[in-house]
């Protein structure tokens, strides 16, 4: 896909990695970027950007903007949030909602600018997941979930799209200097870093980009027993544990 005749649309673009990505979009020669977030907010002062009120988790929201932007060929679901929710004690209807956003609002999203993307040719579907999509650690349960879901729903996008001629990008990654991070004190992604890796893998054509060594690892790890994933893991206690995104 060539970035500097395509028309592309990112949720969650206020803040983050979605900012991140308008920016480089811009900086590639993108002729239009629709720059979506719950608030409409301008997050780069550029002719090129077109503000738009979209929130994931709300279906019509998603329908408006798609009646909008009726001229994308590239869609980048990025929006996302972390509740930092126990699986055993957390709240319930706070883990409901970061599925909705994480895992729901993807496909929501992708369902309503489907037929756009095939009208104008197939395009591609971007879904940024998460290292922790592939392996979790205490605290993260629930986040990793939605993530899990997320990867797992790309990948049946990724067959029933084809059909349709539309490619589906998933993009993983660890821990990003975004203030979802806020607190934490460990090494940390540059946002602008996340966003060049996961352009490039849509100029090649790639179905998967890890954008660093934590997401890489996870993924080499998926076929290693329960103990070589979770070496912190004593007799049903955790000891050591690290944080990714």
């Known amino acids: 896909m060539e970035l500097t005749t395509a028309t592309v649309l990112v949720t969650g673009s206020n803040r983050g990695i979605g900012r991140s990505l308008v920016r480089a979009l811009l900086d590639v020669g993108a002729p239009r970027v629709y720059a979506t977030s719950r608030s409409g907010e301008v997050p780069i002062d550029d002719d090129r950007v077109v503000p738009l009120v979209l929130d994931v988790?709300?279906?019509?929201?998603?329908?408006?903007?798609?009646?909008?932007?009726d001229d994308v060929d590239i869609v980048v679901n990025n929006a996302g949030v972390t509740s930092g929710q126990s699986l055993l004690t957390g709240d319930l209807d706070v883990m409901r909602r970061e599925m909705d956003t994480n895992h729901w609002g993807p496909l929501i999203v992708t369902r309503a600018f489907a037929p756009t993307l095939a009208r104008r040719g197939?395009?591609?579907?971007?879904?940024?997941?998460?290292?922790?999509?592939?392996?979790?650690?205490?605290?993260?349960?629930?986040?990793?979930?939605?993530?899990?879901?997320?990867?797992?729903?790309?990948d049946g996008l990724r067959i029933e799209l084809a059909t349709q001629g539309t490619r589906v990008l998933t993009a993983f990654l660890g821990a990003t200097d975004t203030d979802m991070m806020a607190g934490y004190d460990i090494p940390m992604n540059d946002p602008a870093d996340v966003a060049t890796a996961v352009l490039r893998a849509i100029e090649a054509g790639d179905d998967e980009v890890f954008a660093d060594d934590t997401s890489v690892t996870a993924k080499a790890l998926l076929s290693a027993s329960v103990s070589e994933r979770y070496p912190f893991l004593v007799r049903g206690t955790e000891q050591g544990a690290t944080s990714t995104r």
């Open 57 to 69: 988790t709300d279906p019509a929201s998603v329908e408006a903007a798609a009646s909008v932007a």
């Open 122 to 154: 197939g395009g591609v579907v971007v879904t940024l997941t998460s290292a922790l999509a592939l392996a979790t650690y205490p605290g993260a349960g629930s986040y990793s979930a939605s993530k899990a879901a997320a990867w797992s729903t790309a």
